[in-house]
């Protein structure tokens, strides 16, 4: 049995039942990086002051460009070191603003955290504000996706698409657009859903502002926001579509909790540590049988960042994040169980990330038992 043969397939059009499942997609086959170079004369090797100059220019005037749009050639007019030397200036400068943005969404987050401390939560039936999608429960007519319709790696995201809170084909809207959504639907507070929009599009997305239009399968870029060792997805190397779920794999997170995925009562709950434990074990996994596997810092962040908002919205309520996961779909009359004031804070998601991050190192290596449960 290859390796393209070992998971069955998520179909874009049914997502419910194991039988329906293939991730089957070829193996991507290494390039040789090197070959391009062995058939190079000497002529191309030798270049002109003059096509030098104008190569540096060029790049130069790329970076002022992405700095400053409506100028279109800010710097062509400059001696090449005037040009470096503007591009510098303006980089110290954007990084002085970004930082001192961020700094500010730090500091109204512990006001926010705070005032979750002392002022009362908000009622049931109220928790997703009036005018908005979901208040009261009434989540309007699910849609699953068409198969021309954009999905990302996230099921938070596509179950606001698939209800009709974003647009139901997963475009024509902004990145803020997209952290609005979300911090009414989910209780999340104003400062985390300005924070997480504005750095993925600014520093994952090659400088984009959050005001421009995006689609929710731009968020499948590998390496970003979409990671391997994922617990709803399969690693890229055999899902190439990452925008729908694998059940086969979510029930692993059930079943590290000692739970029956298809006999769940409305009383088993999740712990912190049950994610923790399989999101170990996906780590390990991926590294034994993934020979393009990748977990780099954004990898972790987002997997535990991912995996403490489920838990906090869902107070770990292992039924209704069946639903969630492997249907993409509000369950009937769900409100979030995350009730306070000012909603889910960074702070509080630094908190339960941290924790997530320190159960996985506890569990140790985990490769010789992935090795014996085989692949």
Request: glycine share 10%; aromatic share 10%.
């Amino acid at each position: 049995m290859g390796d393209d043969d070992r998971f069955p397939a998520p179909k874009r059009a049914k997502v419910y039942h194991k039988s329906q499942l293939s991730l089957a997609g070829p193996n991507s086959p290494r390039r040789n990086a090197a070959r391009a170079h062995t058939v190079q004369g000497t002529n191309q090797i030798a270049a002109s002051d003059h096509r030098v100059r104008a190569t540096a220019y060029g790049h130069m005037n790329a970076l002022c460009q992405r700095a400053h749009p409506a100028n279109k050639s800010p710097v062509s007019h400059l001696p090449l070191q005037q040009a470096m030397v503007l591009s510098l200036i303006t980089g110290a400068v954007d990084s002085a603003l970004s930082l001192g943005y961020l700094l500010y969404l730090l500091g109204w987050d512990v006001g926010l955290q705070l005032g979750n401390v002392v002022l009362p939560g908000k009622k049931t039936g109220a928790v997703v504000p009036q005018g908005v999608g979901g208040h009261g429960g009434d989540w309007g007519e699910f849609i699953p996706p068409g198969p021309s319709d954009a999905r990302s790696p996230c099921p938070a995201i596509n179950a606001l698409a698939n209800h009709g809170v974003l647009p139901r084909n997963g475009r024509g809207f902004t990145w803020k657009e997209l952290g609005e959504a979300v911090r009414h639907t989910y209780n999340l507070s104003p400062t985390l859903c300005k924070q997480v929009p504005w750095l993925t599009a600014k520093f994952l997305f090659a400088g984009r502002d959050w005001n421009e239009q995006m689609t929710l399968d731009d968020l499948n870029a590998h390496g970003g926001i979409e990671h391997d060792a994922s617990y709803t997805r399969a690693d890229a190397k055999w899902q190439h579509d990452q925008g729908v779920p694998n059940p086969k794999i979510i029930e692993g997170l059930y079943v590290t909790a000692g739970l029956d995925m298809d006999n769940l009562g409305p009383t088993d709950t999740f712990k912190l540590e049950d994610f923790s434990k399989y999101l170990a074990y996906r780590r390990a996994h991926s590294k034994v049988f993934n020979n393009q596997y990748i977990m780099n810092r954004n990898g972790k962040t987002f997997g535990c960042a991912n995996s403490a908002i489920a838990f906090n919205v869902f107070g770990g309520n292992a039924a209704d994040l069946k639903t969630w996961f492997i249907e993409e779909r509000m369950p009937d009359g769900w409100e979030p169980k995350n009730r306070t004031r000012y909603g889910f804070t960074i702070f509080m998601l630094n908190v339960l990330t941290i924790r997530l991050e320190s159960g996985i190192g506890r569990q140790g290596n985990l490769e010789d038992k992935v090795r014996k449960d085989g692949f």
